[in-house]
């Protein structure tokens, strides 16, 4: 494949601003608040700075892995060279599972709340095909195009979704913020660890990693990428503890949908709606992402075609879409894909940075 050929399928570094920003905002930003406050209580919002800050540092380390492996083109390859042929296959192959798993458990619980909120009588099997069958289209368009979905992931619902969100700023209460640092360190990381599943997405730059023009150069897109993230996060949660009290919340499945029903329009009487119509906006991009990077790991694990590999995967959404519909299976689902995802992105990628980094010097 000549240079010129390769270009056409690479994107520019300032785009992975979006692609990290469109990956760690997710179906989190609609119930995250109750999360974190009930560890944290008032203090919640220092905990979402802290989880911000250790994202940071955790996205430097994925930019330093692929610096210590010069030669590796992603992920898959680190694991080939450093755990050889068997060892490294395991260990793709578990991330491979995880991504897939990571877009079912975002398709179904975005599927949940159009059920819960619009169409109760409605079967998710329908809302599942609809959106499989648009994954499918837009996965087999490259990363490219999965890009510039996730670029108006951020874009569109930034000017219409998020100025909804300081209306209730009239009936707010400040001193609820008051007194500051009232809670105790460990009540304080509690937070930061239930905030920190809201980041989850961004480990997904570990495959799409050779697709970046001069990929050292996008390290600072990457980081206002997750300063943007840390920023937007933090807007949502000091507005949810000034309107709600640390008890009310926790009564609240979706904060943030009830704080857009506050603004009130003349010609529209249920401002929800056209919420969770938008939103599909920002869920879309992270299913097709997430089924992107587990087709393009198959790739290289099997040696197959993209394109034959991810209707495999989008049958095996489907399917599973017919068995996990009870909301308590989804909580459960969403707990387990949550915490093997904190593990892969707070331990394992560190990890794996450091044996990396002593293979090199041993070597040497």
């Known amino acids: ?42 203090d919640a919002w220092i905990a979402v700075i802290l989880t911000g800050i250790i994202a940071h540092l955790l ?16 992920i898959v390859s680190i694991h080939q060279r450093y755990f050889g042929k068997w060892a490294g296959f395991v260990f793709s192959f578990a991330l491979l599972v995880y991504f ?28 599942s095909l609809i959106f499989l069958v648009l994954t499918y289209y837009a996965v087999l368009g490259g990363f490219r195009v999965v890009t510039g979905l996730c670029f108006w992931s951020v874009v569109i619902p930034l000017l219409t979704i998020f100025p909804m969100l300081f209306f209730p700023l009239e009936y707010a209460h400040y ?23 809201q980041y989850l997405g961004m480990e997904m730059l570990l495959v799409y990693y050779p697709f970046i023009k ?4 996008s390290l600072k897109w990457a980081q206002w990428g997750n300063a943007f993230t840390t920023l937007l996060y933090l ?25 857009a029903k506050i603004p009130e329009v003349p010609f529209i009487e249920r401002m929800e709606y056209i919420i969770i119509s938008v939103y ?12 992107w990077s587990a087709s393009r790991i198959a790739k290289k694990l099997f040696s197959i075609k993209q394109r034959r590999f991810v209707p495999m995967v989008l049958l095996l959404l489907f399917i599973g879409t017919l068995w996990f ?10 707990k387990w894909i949550s915490t093997i995802g904190l593990y892969i992105v707070v331990f394992y990628i560190p990890a794996l940075y450091i044996y990396v980094t002593a293979a090199n010097k041993i070597k040497k």
């Not at 809670?183 to 920190?196: D, L, P, R, Y």
């Not at 599909?280 to 089924?291: E, G, N, S």
Request: a negative charge; glycine letters at 4%.
């Open 100 to 127: 897939s798993l990571l877009a079912f458990t975002v398709l179904q619980t975005y599927i949940e709340i159009i059920k819960i909120w619009m169409f109760p009588l409605m079967g998710a099997w329908q809302f």
């Open 59 to 74: 996205i430097w380390v994925m930019y330093k892995l692929f610096a210590h492996s010069p030669n590796a083109e992603d």
């Open 214 to 217: 001069q990929p050292e150069k």
């Open 1 to 42: 494949m000549s240079q010129a050929t390769k270009e056409r399928f690479l994107v520019s570094p300032f785009l992975v601003f979006f692609l990290i920003t469109g990956t760690q905002v997710g179906i989190g930003m609609l119930s995250f608040q109750r999360l974190v406050m009930k560890e944290a209580g008032h």
């Open 325 to 334: 519909e009870e909301k308590e299976q989804i909580e459960r689902l969403n």
């Open 280 to 291: 599909v906006l920002v869920v879309f991009p992270i299913i097709c992402i997430a089924v």
């Open 175 to 197: 001193r609820n913020l008051l007194p500051i640092f009232d809670h105790s360190i460990g009540e304080i990381f509690s937070g930061a660890k239930a905030m920190s599943l």
């Open 235 to 259: 807007s949502v949660m000091l507005i949810a503890i000034t309107f709600y009290n640390e008890e009310q919340i926790q009564h609240i499945t979706w904060p943030t949908l009830t704080l």
